[in-house]
Each structure stands twice: as structure tokens, then as C-alpha cells.
């Protein structure tokens, strides 16, 4: 029989993400689930995004409104840029998406490490846009070789800052490098959803600087992480006025629900809820890293609120025996990183009870 759906698309892996609470507790009979598989942050919702998800539902009848106008006039404030530097989307996600349409032409190449997040090659797919992949070097993105793989052909490189899934992150040297003599009309997509944890590291690189030089950059952030509201999807691109513009054009006008704009206004304000999960994280941190060492487990020591873990020929079976006790983790190996798994740090009674159930699986 003929096929319905457009050719390309059968070369595509559907994207499966972590596996929901609700849906291991179904499948297993289980009452007690613990999620540490999708990078989200532990602590629920601040109470004052609660409360502004409270004011914005009683307007519920009402579409959102398109243009984000109290967020953007917040960011832009923020970072000293105009309203119209930015662009929302459900999710930083989908900016992913809005790059992608409005700017690869017929032909043009993008150039993706691998592994890394894995959303870029699904939208190239979609997009039928031609892929150039770049490994990594012991897990790090290689800007060098990035640089080495450059064509006629090339109009985006995608760059995962702090990358997901490793945790590791570039430099400002290595980022300066990549740009120093680059054709300046490849865009470069800097992907910053875990900006907030890396930003204060000496030899993280300051993009914004080079937007506001005139590069041709995209950054993109999360409200998912730091702020707690993956639920909600929300995040944002920031560019010049230009190709804003362009990436409006492909946007759906009402992508970004009224609740996640109350809820984003109200994170963004509150530095006590961000300082709280730093605390977290680093505790966290420090904990898994002193138990996996002492279980002579190897690590990739991460930037980011989550740990890329090398369990070996057993990760598989690791990985089902975990859900079994259920503790979600994430399994790597559709990204090809056998023998891999990424745990998401959470509170410090989620971080025991994985490493107990760690113990046992192994
Ligand atoms: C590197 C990276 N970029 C983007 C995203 C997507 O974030 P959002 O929830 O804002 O769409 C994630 C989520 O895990 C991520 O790890």
C-alpha cells in the first residue's frame, strides 16, 4: 500500500522521553515512584509562580497574549536588549524548530555533535535539512573539529551549552576560536537551557557579547530547569531584531499559553526559589559524586543539575532493575552512549534512595 505520511519521515526515531511517574506506577503496581530522568527540577513550583498561576486562570477564556509583552519587556530589562531581541516558544524547544524553518534553505547543511541533545537531529529530519555530525572528545563538544567540518554548505551549528546529555560545557577560548574567521553568515545556535547553572563559571562564555558585536547567534533558554516549570513549557530565543522577525513568521500565533507567562513573570522574579535549587543541585552533587566514587562508579562531573554515569555492560539491565524499585532514571542508549546512564539530581531523599537502589541493582 502506498505510504501516507511524507517520505522523509520515515527515517525518523520518534523522540521517547523520560518515563512519566504515573505511567511506571501503572505498569508495575508501584506506590512509590521517584523521577530522575528528565533534567526537571525537584523543588515543586515557588509559591509565587503559584500565585500568579492563580490570577491568570481566571482568565482562561481569553487567548494568550501573542507578543509575551510584560516577559519580553522583563528579559529585556535583564540583559540590556530590546523587547524585540526575543522570541518565546513553548519550550526553548521549539526556537529549536523556528530556527531551523526560517532559516535553512534548500541545500544548506547543519552541523550537530554527537551525541548531544537530541531534539536538533529530529527537527533537521523534519525539516529535511542535510546534517553534518561532529563527535565528541572525551565528552565534550570539539569546536575544532566543528570548525574543520565547515562547508560552502554550512548555514547553522548547534551547540549545546552546558550540553545535555554529558553535563560538560565550552570555553570562551574554545567558543572564540570556532568564530575567529568563520564565514560570518552561519548562524550559531547556542543552546543555553542550563545557563543558570553554568553562568558563573570564570571561562563560560558570555554570548550576549558577541550578539550585541553583531554575530549572526541565536541563544536559547529554559524556563524547564532552574525555574521549575517544565510542566508549563515555556522558554525563549534571544537574536538580533532581524532574525526575530524571520522566526515570527514561522511561529503559530498563540504558542505560548497565558498560565506560563504569568508563572515565567513570577520565576523571574524570584532569586531566593533560584538560589534554593543551586543549593540543591550542589548538594546533590556532591553527595552522588561521593557515593558513585566510594561504589568505584565513573562520572562525567557535570555543570548541569544532572550526571552522565558509565555503569558498564550491565547498564541495561541496571536500568530495568531500578524501574523495578522504582526509581526512573534514563537510559542512554539511543544516544548511542552504551553502557551510560543519566540521573537527574533530585532532593536529597531522592539522591539516597537512588544510590540504594543503585546498590542493590548492581
Ligand atoms: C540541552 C537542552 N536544550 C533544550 C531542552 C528543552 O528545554 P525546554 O523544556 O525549554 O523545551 C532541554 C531539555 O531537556 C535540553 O536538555
Redesign the pocket.
Known sequence: MKRLSREHLSKIKTYKPGKPIEELKRELGLRDVIKLA??ENALGPSSRVISGIARAVRELNRYPDSNCYYLKREVAKRFRLKPSNFIF????????TFAMRAFLKKGEEAIIAKP??L?YDIVAKVENVNVKHVPLKEYRYDLKSIKRAVTKKTKIIFI?N????TGTYVTKDEVEGLMSGLRRDIILFF????YEFAKDIKDYPDTLRYLRKGRNIII??????IYSL?GL???YGIASEGMIESMNKVREPFNVNSLAQEAALAALKDDRFVMRTKRLVGEGKRFLYNELSLMEISYIPSV?NFILINIGRDAERVYNKLLKKGVIVRNMKAWGLDGFLRVTIGTMRENRIFIEALKEAL
Open positions: 528528565s533534567n516558544g513553548n519550550g526553548s524547544d521549539e526556537v529549536i548531544t541533545f531534539i549545546s552546558p550540553d545535555n546529555p543552546d543555553e537551557a542550563y536559547t533558554r529554559s524556563f524547564s530547569k517544565a513549557r515555556i522558554g548541569t
